[in-house]
């Protein structure tokens, strides 16, 4: 079982940065790898990045490339995602997921057992 915990959304002007954190609690952590998603009104749950049990194997929604980063602390139990140059169109509720399945299938939702309760994030024009 993971208890996974979001924090540090908020309003934000375009152009600006914030960073988003993923606070998990349980066993084994490090044994999971992390994806950040987003939901905005009307829309489907859209993949952002994700990182693996190895912090070398990450990935990203091509909207976000070179924008944001995503991180992870396993002394920490901490995974985070720094966002800049933020634009009207990143406006959304972010999630942070878990996962123990395959590096394969990060970018989908189902793939993930262990979600967050979610963070919003406002970028105003």
């Known amino acids: 079982q993971v208890q996974l915990v979001e924090s540090g959304g908020g309003l934000v002007q375009v152009g600006g940065s914030l960073r988003l954190s993923c606070a998990a609690s349980g066993r084994s952590f490090s044994n999971y790898a992390m994806g950040w998603f987003r939901q905005a009104p009307g829309k489907e749950r859209q993949f952002v990045a994700a990182?693996?049990?190895?912090?070398?194997?990450?990935d990203y929604e091509d909207s976000v490339k070179g924008r944001f980063t995503i991180s992870r602390d396993n002394a920490k139990n901490t995974v985070y995602l720094q966002m800049n140059s933020l634009k009207p169109e990143d406006t959304a509720v972010y999630y942070c997921?878990?996962?123990?399945?395959?590096?394969?299938?990060?970018?989908?939702?189902?793939?993930?057992?262990?979600w967050g309760q979610g963070t919003q994030v406002t970028v105003s024009s």
């Open positions: 990182i693996g049990w190895s912090l070398s194997n990450t």
């Open positions: 997921a878990a996962t123990q399945h395959s590096w394969y299938g990060r970018r989908n939702s189902d793939a993930y057992r262990y």
